[in-house]
């Protein structure tokens, strides 16, 4: 089935640090979004993507819907303990109405 | 409720039993979606409901999983004769609808049910 490409699997940083992370795909997709899972708990939606080429952002958070519609970011800036997590992009296919297929997400660590 | 409530939190079951998740989703939410995580791993599709009926089930791995919706609300998606690499966390999701305007098909989930088959 169709799969996102999420990059990268996990990052170890230091708080004040910013971070990028990113999701590919080879088919289009008319909406992005950016979800964070803590453990044990369900993936909560951060940001969400409905135009090409859209900026959109949430506090220290920034994501994009890449102009190709093949692609999107997220950024976090100046990085601080409590973003650690699992964060995973999905996204919709053109001409599909339903289901969101999810990214292998990236696991963010951060150290003081 | 506020939020996606899923029951049970935790269940630990043998192999070959039956076993039920329920999911009651956000009030007013048509949409209904079943996905699973592994450990470790990504969200994987198992089935979508608009309203009682499932225009796509293309993620259910096999027969022995099956869902059902009544009343365009609770959910529940059982599983037969479990087997061990059914173990997983089931999660539960719901959106205002499926498409049309913006923000109609934001996800809000659950915090999930643990299945442990030993």
């Known amino acids: 089935g169709q799969q996102l490409n999420q990059s990268p699997q996990s990052m170890f940083i230091q708080e004040g640090e910013d971070v990028s992370m990113n999701c590919t795909s080879s088919s289009i997709f008319n909406t992005w979004l950016w979800y964070k899972q803590d453990p044990g708990e369900g993936p909560v939606l951060l940001i969400a993507l409905y135009k090409a080429g859209e900026l959109t952002s949430n506090g220290r958070l920034t994501a994009q819907f890449g102009i190709t519609r093949k692609d999107s970011f997220l950024n976090i800036s100046a990085s601080i303990p409590s973003d650690v997590g699992i964060y995973f992009c999905a996204g919709r296919l053109t001409g599909t109405a339903s289901k969101l297929t999810f990214g292998t997400g990236t696991r963010l660590q951060v150290t003081l | 409720g506020a939020g996606v409530s899923q029951s049970p939190s935790n269940k630990v079951t043998e192999k070959g039993k039956d076993v039920e998740l329920r999911c009651d989703p956000i009030?007013?939410?048509?949409?209904l979606y079943w996905y699973r995580q592994s450990l470790g791993q990504g969200l994987e599709f198992l089935i979508y409901f608009q309203g009682n009926s499932a225009p796509d089930k293309s993620g259910l791995p096999s027969d022995r999983f099956s869902a059902e919706r009544t009343g365009g609300s609770v959910s529940t998606l059982t599983i037969q004769r479990t087997q061990q690499e059914d173990s997983a966390v089931y999660l539960c999701?719901?959106?205002?609808?499926?498409?049309?305007?913006?923000?109609?098909?934001?996800?809000?989930f659950g915090e999930g049910s643990r299945l442990t088959v030993l």
């Open positions: 999701a719901s959106s205002l609808r499926t498409s049309g305007r913006a923000r109609s098909g934001e996800l809000f």
């Open positions: 009030s007013g939410h048509t949409a």
